[in-house]
């Protein structure tokens, strides 16, 4: 049997498997809500579209989840807006529609709902990771550092968070905390490319071209097409005198894609 008729075997019997739940879920509730836990209706709702009733808070509540699952981030807003006109004071609510709106590049609304979240519990770690990683999205440094910071003072475990802040830190020429962060980061995540990247330009930055020769270089074993790891290796070489190095670098750079290599090749 080849892979084309297995392929719409299975979807047939997907599509048979979706119709009988949905009728044994009508034939079974009626007009009646099911006695489900939230997780179970939130499923159902993101596989079975079922019907809405619109004036009932929960069941918007379970659609918000359904569309999340579905990746229809501004759909669960729309319903969480209805909600929040009922209940304006609900912070789990106003985080959730925080991290929808993250999720659409909205980072001044979600940085609005973080921060009225940080109004009735200024403990909350996660609405400062967020709102921390909104406002790096936002070119915001200073601030992200900030929120980063607030973070880890409130118990956060997430080592993402110290690539993040480490990536801030750079923007502001805080090379010695940024390669600290990445340290941290790379403890739990040691085959993390960009992390090897960055803290090799942080290190080149500080004046470690040798460190950062060792950086480039896994990088680039981890990635051998890494256009701009070649680009700013050739830096690291050229600060240890290795001119032949930086040139062959800088072309390896341009070659692999990285169009900017091309000025610095003509001066070569």
């Known amino acids: 049997m080849d892979t084309f008729t297995i392929t719409i075997i299975m979807i047939l ?14 034939n079974t509730f009626g007009n009646k809500k099911p006695q489900l836990s939230y997780n179970e209706r939130v499923f ?53 529609r925080g ?26 770690k996660y609405s400062f990771y967020y709102k921390g990683i909104a406002n790096l999205r936002l070119s915001n440094f200073r601030n992200a550092i900030n929120d980063f910071t607030s973070a880890v003072t409130m118990g956060i ?43 090799g330009i942080a290190y080149n930055k500080n004046g470690n071209p040798k460190f950062a020769l060792q950086d480039f270089n896994k990088a680039i074993d981890l990635n051998p097409n890494h256009e701009r790891a070649y680009f700013e290796r050739a830096f690291a070489r050229k600060n240890l005198n290795d001119t032949v190095g930086y040139s062959n670098d800088l072309k390896t ?13 003509k001066e070569t």
Not at 99 to 121: R, T, Y
Not at 253 to 265: D, E, P, R, V, W
């Open 13 to 26: 019997v997907i599509g048979a498997i979706v119709f009988f739940i949905t009728m044994l879920y009508k």
């Open 253 to 265: 750079s341009y070659n692999k894609g990285y169009l900017h290599a091309y000025h610095f090749l």
């Open 157 to 199: 475990s997430e080592k993402e968070l110290y690539f993040h802040r480490g990536l801030a830190e750079m923007e502001v020429d805080k090379y010695n905390e940024a390669i600290d962060d990445f340290n941290i980061y790379l403890a739990e995540h040691p085959n993390a490319l960009e992390a090897f990247f960055n803290r």
């Open 99 to 124: 991290l929808n709106k993250f999720k659409v590049s909205d980072f001044k609304g979600a940085i609005a709902d973080f921060s009225e979240v940080l109004k009735s519990d200024p403990t909350d």
């Open 44 to 96: 159902l709702q993101a596989n079975l579209d079922l019907e809405l009733d619109k004036d009932d808070l929960s069941d918007r509540y379970v659609r918000a989840g359904g569309r999340e699952k579905k990746k229809d981030f501004k759909g669960a807003i729309e319903d969480i807006n209805v909600i929040l006109q009922h209940d304006s004071n609900n912070s789990g609510l106003i985080f959730k």
